[in-house]
């Protein structure tokens, strides 16, 4: 079964960078596409991008291009999101989630990580 | 990129009211869209994919049809432990997009 596991919370200071990462306890990592989501507060969902592990393709959303990395370490079942030059903006709620078989959508989900972006 | 355009953006409505939602695509995307129920501090929750299947555990209160451009959420009879906010998200091209969210709260 698919259980993820997101890292705990983060406080940082505009300008600095950030790797949050989210883990599969379950077997099949290799086997699935792993994506992003941000949820900036009070607002809604955003797709940010996905990798397949196996072999780290990637698809990234525009909008979020040249500013985050999203990169996958198979060997103990980890997928992981960078960001970088952090501003205020960037505080939000960000969830991994695995893709279901045969979709693009999304059916199991971490529990997220809180980023907060403050002087 | 796709642009998906939820309505209304709110709704109030009591126990046991039939629920509509509506999600507008700005092209063709066949028939590749999901719906999401996420409740405050939670992650979001897949109700349905494929525009009208039913993901497994979820009650049959809920559906989903459309196709192409126009689709629709409709839970049957809402239940308190339906007030959240929905989300459709299309599948079809990449990046993937999300409606704006529906609020449905307690008349």
């Known amino acids: 079964e698919v259980q993820l596991v997101q890292s705990g919370a983060e406080v940082k200071k505009p300008g600095e960078s950030l790797r949050i990462s989210c883990k599969d306890l379950?077997?099949?990592?290799?086997?699935?596409?792993i994506g992003w989501v941000r949820q900036m507060p009070g607002k809604g969902l955003e797709w940010m991008g996905i990798?397949?592990?196996?072999?780290?393709?990637?698809r990234y959303n525009p909008s979020f291009e040249g500013q985050i990395t999203i990169s996958a370490d198979k060997s103990i079942s980890t997928a992981y999101l960078q960001l970088s030059s952090l501003k205020a903006s960037d505080t939000a709620m960000y969830y991994c989630?695995?893709?279901?078989?045969?979709?693009?959508?999304?059916?199991?989900w971490g529990q997220g990580t809180l980023v907060t972006v403050s002087s | 990129a796709i642009q998906m355009t939820q309505s209304p953006s709110s709704l109030s409505a009591s126990v046991g009211d039939r629920v509509t939602i509506t999600c507008r695509a700005s092209?063709?995307?066949?028939?590749?869209l999901g719906w999401y129920q996420q409740k405050p501090g939670k992650a979001p929750k897949l109700l349905i994919y494929?525009?009208?299947r039913l993901q497994s555990g979820v009650p049959s209160r809920f559906s989903g049809s459309g196709s192409g451009t126009d689709f629709t959420l409709t839970i049957s009879s809402l239940q308190p432990e339906d007030f959240a906010t929905y989300y459709c998200?299309?599948?079809?091209?990449?990046?993937?997009?999300f409606g704006q969210g529906t609020k449905v709260e307690i008349k």
């Open positions: 989630a695995k893709q279901k078989d045969g979709s693009g959508l999304f059916d199991y």
């Open positions: 379950g077997d099949d990592f290799t086997t699935y596409w």
């Open positions: 990798i397949f592990p196996d072999d780290s393709d990637t």
């Open positions: 092209q063709g995307i066949r028939n590749y």
């Open positions: 494929a525009a009208s």
């Open positions: 998200l299309q599948d079809d091209n990449f990046p993937r997009t």
